[in-house]
């Protein structure tokens, strides 16, 4: 699994697996997912992220329980 976050889109990506995404679906305004030939979900990607998740000094990161942890900007 890999998380990014492109500072200059605004895009938060979580990769499932590397594979080849045959096509992307919007399942909410800033949320599409990316899938494979089979239909499994291979990437997920969140836009406009800053205004879904705790900012930092514009440093984007996601909470799981009390861990804050960051997340890279490409």
């Known amino acids: 699994m ?4 492109d500072n200059k889109a ?5 990769m499932a697996k590397n594979a ?3 096509r992307t679906k919007r399942v ?3 949320v599409l997912i990316d ?3 089979k239909g499994a979900i291979r990437g997920i990607e ?3 992220a800053s205004s879904w998740f705790l900012t930092n000094n514009k440093q984007l990161r996601i909470e799981i ?3 804050k942890i960051p997340v890279p900007a490409l």
């Open 2 to 5: 890999k998380i990014s976050y």
């Open 10 to 14: 605004d895009a938060f990506y979580i």
């Open 20 to 22: 080849k995404i045959t």
């Open 28 to 30: 909410a305004r800033d």
């Open 35 to 37: 899938l494979d030939a």
């Open 46 to 48: 969140i836009l406009n």
């Open 65 to 67: 329980g009390n861990r």
